[in-house]
């Protein structure tokens, strides 16, 4: 059932997709208190003016939606059609500057927009190597795996295993992409600040610079109002990190923080970043102001 629906809605153009996911954004926000509370309690941290954590969270509502129903379009189509989504190019000569040094390229960016484009543009081009977290759900772990693997996208699963493939293809100077604000797994991460609270951060990306000298880069897929396709956006990220993971996670969130401040609504105020994993002490009522 669950395959019939995703093919269907993969036919339908972007337009109406995001039409229907913005209304589908405010009809989840509107039935469910718990995802209400849950959007202000993280948009408060950053915007903690009550007037303007409410601007914020209600422009992000739709956008939400939005996120929910372009799935099926970008995966359920080819990857040229889902690049030629992408219709603005902004900063394409950092990636071609990044390959000139041979090392790889690491490619970050939060919970924001569209960042299922972003993977796809690039892979029109070269090879990249995506890091997932497997789903729990059997269908939808197909649909990933069969949606997210195709021609020059290979796929890395947050395992120890899938770290190793994300070493081995930037030491062919290749690219790799990552949800640096992800939650990572028990003993994978570290506590560092996120707009001034503590949040377990991963700290794989510094660890694969450390080891290969890559070029970090920001992506983002920004998302154009009316369905009309996205912005990519690529800036060079940190040069350097600190060989210290707590304070090369602050590191990384701070650019992090920097992208989100500037699309909030197209940041996902709902995703649980402030969590602790399971197994892992909870530390993050805790604040920061040192790093």
């Given at each position: 059932?669950?395959?019939?629906?995703f093919?269907?809605?993969s036919?339908w153009?972007?337009?109406?997709?995001?039409a229907?996911g913005?209304?589908?954004?405010w009809a989840?926000?509107?039935?469910?208190?718990?995802?209400?509370?849950?959007?202000?309690?993280?948009?408060?941290?950053a915007?903690?003016?009550?007037?303007?954590?409410?601007?914020?969270?209600?422009?992000?509502?739709?956008?939400?939606?939005?996120?929910?129903?372009?799935?099926?379009?970008?995966?359920?189509?080819t990857t040229?059609?889902?690049?030629a989504?992408c219709?603005?190019?902004?900063?394409?000569?950092?990636?071609?500057?990044?390959?000139?040094t041979?090392?790889?390229?690491?490619?970050?960016?939060p919970?924001l927009?569209?960042?299922?484009?972003?993977?796809?543009?690039?892979?029109a081009?070269?090879?990249?190597?995506?890091?997932?977290?497997?789903n729990?759900?059997?269908q939808?772990?197909?649909?990933?795996?069969?949606?997210?693997k195709?021609?020059?996208?290979?796929i890395?699963?947050?395992?120890?295993?899938?770290v190793?493939?994300?070493?081995?293809?930037?030491?062919?100077?290749?690219?790799?992409?990552m949800?640096p604000?992800?939650?990572?797994n028990?003993?994978?991460?570290?506590?560092?600040?996120?707009?001034?609270?503590?949040?377990?951060?991963?700290?794989?990306?510094?660890?694969?610079?450390?080891?290969?000298?890559?070029?970090?880069?920001l992506a983002?897929?920004?998302?154009?109002?009316w369905g009309r396709?996205?912005?990519?956006?690529?800036?060079?990220?940190?040069?350097?990190?600190s060989?210290?993971?707590?304070l090369?996670?602050?590191?990384?969130?701070?650019?992090?923080?920097?992208?989100?401040?500037?699309?909030?609504?197209?940041?996902?105020?709902?995703?649980?970043?402030?969590?602790?994993?399971?197994g892992?002490?909870d530390?993050?009522n805790?604040?920061?102001?040192?790093?």
């Open positions: 059932m669950i395959r019939l629906l093919y269907f809605l036919r153009p972007l337009w109406a997709l995001h229907f913005s209304a589908l954004g989840i926000y509107t039935l469910s208190p718990s995802y209400r509370r849950k959007m202000f309690a993280h948009a408060s941290v915007y903690p003016d009550p007037a303007q954590c409410k601007r914020v969270v209600h422009s992000s509502v739709g956008q939400a939606g939005k996120a929910i129903l372009e799935l099926p379009f970008l995966w359920g189509r040229a059609e889902g690049a989504s219709t603005d190019y902004i900063g394409w000569e950092v990636i071609e500057a990044a390959q000139r041979g090392k790889g390229i690491i490619f970050l960016t919970h927009g569209s960042f299922e484009s972003t993977a796809q543009v690039f892979s081009r070269a090879p990249i190597t995506v890091l997932y977290r497997p729990r759900n059997a939808l772990q197909q649909i990933i795996e069969a949606s997210r195709r021609e020059n996208v290979a890395a699963p947050t395992t120890l295993a899938g190793k493939v994300l070493l081995k293809a930037l030491r062919r100077g290749e690219a790799v992409g949800l604000d992800q939650v990572p028990y003993q994978e991460g570290v506590w560092a600040p996120m707009f001034g609270k503590m949040a377990y951060t991963m700290t794989l990306p510094a660890s694969l610079f450390h080891a290969t000298g890559a070029t970090i880069i983002l897929g920004i998302r154009k109002p396709g996205f912005t990519l956006i690529l800036e060079k990220g940190p040069e350097s990190l060989k210290e993971p707590h090369a996670a602050a590191e990384i969130n701070r650019a992090m923080e920097s992208l989100i401040m500037r699309y909030p609504s197209q940041y996902y105020w709902g995703y649980e970043r402030y969590k602790a994993p399971k892992q002490p530390n993050h805790q604040t920061e102001t040192v790093l």
